[in-house]
């Protein structure tokens, strides 16, 4: 089984570094990991821009093949993968197993997806030499790769957000070297994955500077590596905070990139009148059920449930509390993460226009959850109540009617999901909902619990900020190549210099 070694990979070398940290895992004492650098990441990019001269002008049958192989990779290090991400985040086997599974089905779907060529929007306007009174040149479009693509590992996702995940696959599937920041977190199962990256490089042929890992723990390194002059865009998942520093730091370059930043959301669950008369406790039940899977560390985790007052609405509060007051203590990613989700839980405790429902405490590095209760005019007069806590928190907001539910979804801030609970009769309420939470989520669930993203070609994984800095893009699903593509227009080029994804002039 692979042994990590806590170095960088940078265009095909392990580079032990100068400098160490060492990680944090659940159960151990961790390994020493080299700390990454300015000048390492000038190293790593300048070697991504090398490798595009290739790599962007691959064709996709080659792209493919590399995706596939990854794959395969992967997969021939899985113990390794489940036996090291298990230890580093705590969490169980199964879901390793099965976000592993995700990542290598995307990497496939991408495969099979940019094959196609579909995403490519191929357009030719013929030119008519005979028009009058001007004539109009032959025009052909396609859509071609940017260059050297930045990516954040995750932490809550060590495989499908991290090293192999999502931004890097589209990158990669679109024609793009990826230089990955690994997350602090799991470094050791961020190894492991380069390592199969590497192996598929070498297998394929691929330039080594087609991707990078380094691994650090500091800021500098990860200000350095969006500021360089090189880098072209940015795929980032994570906390507000640190999401929309990194994208003021895109903003502010002399040349500024996109910053495709998944940041998190509440996502607001609306409880119609007769669904929630004819099914208050299937919905508690499944509502506590998704806040608290995986210790709730999902950027789709349904924090905040709006439901009128009333005895159905009193309810689902009361068995909401009681299937959650059953949840053992679960880990938590890592000791900062179970810190701020404490002090979130403080944050609402402390406000007087919330009702605590159910107020728990865990030891270290565990969390328990908590619940609480608010009106909407409290709610939409208060930002913080907003604001996403990321672990097993729900906050209950009552309203009365459909007016005063509407006008609390016009109060919401962007969203990674909405999610309607409603049976037929709730029709109308619904047709009143929808284009207020159209305008402010990315995806749209109806009788549904928003954790779990199906990776496909529909998928929406974004928002109307703060839930992601671009309301035009995805981070899951094959939209999600488009970020790293951008159109270009050959006029009256003769087929000789035509890139071959383009069809020959016509007659």
């Known amino acids: ?241 640190a999401g929309r520093a990194l994208f003021d730091l895109c903003a502010q370059r002399p040349e500024p990139i996109p910053f495709f930043g998944e940041l998190g959301s509440v996502n607001p669950m609306f409880i119609l009148p007769v669904a929630a008369r004819e099914r208050w406790a299937a919905l508690a039940s499944g509502w506590a059920a998704s806040l608290t899977m995986g210790a709730g560390q999902f950027c789709t985790n349904p924090g905040l449930v709006i439901i009128d007052r009333g005895p159905d609405g009193d309810a689902f509060v009361a068995a909401a509390a009681e299937a959650l007051s059953n949840v053992a203590p679960q880990p938590m990613l890592t000791d900062g993460i179970a810190n701020a989700y404490r002090s979130g839980r403080d944050r609402m405790q402390a406000r007087n226009a919330i009702r605590p429902v159910l107020v728990t405490d865990a030891d270290g590095r565990h969390a328990t959850p908590n619940l609480f209760e608010t009106d909407a005019d409290a709610y939409l007069g208060d930002h913080a109540m907003g604001e996403e806590v990321f672990g097993p928190l729900g906050l209950i907001v009552r309203t009365s009617g459909t007016e005063e539910m509407t006008r609390l979804a016009r109060g919401l801030e962007g969203q990674l999901t909405a999610t309607l609970h409603m049976d037929d009769a709730d029709t109308e309420t619904a047709a009143r909902l929808l284009p207020v939470l159209e305008r402010k989520a990315g995806r749209i669930l109806v009788n549904g619990f928003p954790t779990g993203v199906e990776v496909a070609d529909a998928m929406v994984h974004g928002g109307p900020y703060p839930a992601s800095t671009n309301f035009g893009a995805t981070s899951v699903g094959t939209l999600s190549i488009r970020r790293f593509l951008r159109p270009v227009c050959y006029q009256n080029l003769p087929d000789a210099l035509i890139p071959a994804d383009l069809p020959p002039a016509r007659p």
């Open 1 to 241: 089984m692979y042994i990590p070694h806590g170095r960088h990979l940078i265009a095909g070398d392990w580079v032990a570094g100068s400098d160490h940290f060492r990680s944090a895992p659940l159960k151990g004492e961790g390994i020493e990991v080299a700390r990454g650098t300015p000048a390492e990441v000038d190293r790593a990019v300048t070697a991504a821009e090398d490798a595009f001269e290739s790599f962007g002008w691959s064709t996709r049958a080659d792209r493919a093949a590399f995706l596939n192989a990854i794959a395969d990779e992967i997969e021939q290090r899985a113990d390794a993968i489940t036996a090291y991400g298990t230890v580093e985040t705590g969490l169980p086997e199964a879901r390793l197993q099965g976000e592993r599974g995700r990542t290598t089905g995307q990497l496939r779907l991408f495969a099979d997806h940019i094959l196609k060529g579909d995403y490519l929007d191929i357009r030719h306007d013929a030119a008519l030499p005979d028009r009058q009174p001007l004539p109009r040149p032959d025009l052909k479009m396609v859509q071609r790769p940017i260059g050297p693509v930045a990516v954040f590992g995750a932490s809550n996702f060590p495989l499908a957000f991290s090293t192999a995940g999502g931004d890097t696959a589209a990158a990669l599937a679109a024609g793009c070297p990826v230089v990955v920041k690994g997350h602090p977190a799991h470094p050791a199962t961020g190894e492991i994955v380069a390592d199969a990256i590497a192996a598929a490089i070498a297998k394929t042929g691929v330039h080594p500077g087609t991707f990078s890992l380094i691994q650090g723990d500091q800021v500098a390194y990860a200000q350095a590596l969006v500021q360089h002059p090189l880098i072209r865009a940015v795929g980032f998942t994570g906390s507000l905070g």
